[in-house]
T-cell receptor, first 116, second 115 residues
Framework: EPEVTQTPSHQVTQMGQEVILRCVPI?????FYWYRQILGQKVEFLVS????????KSEIFDDQFSVERPDGSNFTLKIRSTKLEDSAMYFC??????????????FGDGTRLSIL | AQTVTQSQPEMSVQEAETVTLSCTYD???????LFWYKQPPSRQMILVIR??????QNATENRFSVNFQKAAKSFSLKISDSQLGDTAMYFC????????????FGKGTKLTVNP
């Protein structure tokens, strides 16, 4: 069964540094998402992306965050200047089409980001 | 804004027994979707079961079934004949019907199936 893959599985970065988290969504999927989970807290929505643009973002997704689909397969999340509070598990997800309730989101294993 | 509450941080069950995980949610919408996702240790989150709010019939997927009580805004997951491979974090999630495609998650319930 096709899977969403995320790299790296664990990223350790100094505060203030830029970090890029990478995801390869399922190949025929058209909607892409990033979520994060701070340790001990809920999984929170960050952003959704469709047709090469952001379709929705949360209040967490401020100017320090950006997403990109640089080629036909990768979907990246960039944090420009990391803060301690960015430490979390970041999940990428993708879905086949618009009606995601009928075409559910498939998740990757996550990238654990640790900011020192 | 929608919220999802899972009141059981941890649960355990003996193999082959039945366990029910609780989930309540808050919304003013009439049409929406509800999901249960499972995340085994060090593995990706996978969809277990989903329910459309306009359907009165409770969803069932093999050993997994839900008790959807729309008026009470309750969406519990029942796992029958529990297996060791059911050990995982279980997340309840909500999505609006139409408009936003984002999932709103609960904090999760850690389920351990004991041999």
């Amino acid at each position: 069964e096709p899977e969403v893959t995320q790299t790296p599985s664990h990223q350790v970065t100094q505060m203030g540094q830029e970090v890029i988290l990478r995801c390869v969504p399922i190949s025929n999927h058209l909607y892409f998402y990033w979520y994060r989970q701070i340790l001990g807290q809920k999984v929170e929505f960050l952003v959704s992306f469709y047709n090469n643009e952001i379709s929705e973002k949360s209040e967490i997704f401020d100017d320090q965050f950006s997403v990109e689909r640089p080629d036909g397969s990768n979907f990246t999340l960039k944090i420009r200047s990391t803060k301690l509070e960015d430490s979390a598990m970041y999940f990428c997800a993708s879905s086949e089409g618009v009606r995601a309730g009928n075409q559910p989101q498939h998740f990757g294993d996550g990238t654990r980001l640790s900011i020192l | 804004a929608q919220t999802v509450t899972q009141s059981q941080p941890e649960m355990s069950v003996q193999e082959a027994e039945t366990v029910t995980l609780s989930c309540t949610y808050d919304t003013s919408e009439n049409n929406y979707y509800l999901f249960w996702y499972k995340q085994p240790p060090s593995r990706q989150m996978i969809l277990v079961i989903r329910q459309e709010a306009y359907k009165q019939q409770n969803a069932t997927e093999n050993r997994f079934s839900v008790n959807f009580q729309k008026a009470a805004k309750s969406f519990s997951l029942k796992i029958s004949d529990s297996q060791l491979g059911d050990t995982a974090m279980y997340f309840c999630a909500f999505m609006n019907w139409g408009g936003s495609e984002k999932l709103v998650f609960g904090k999760g319930t850690k389920l351990t199936v004991n041999p």
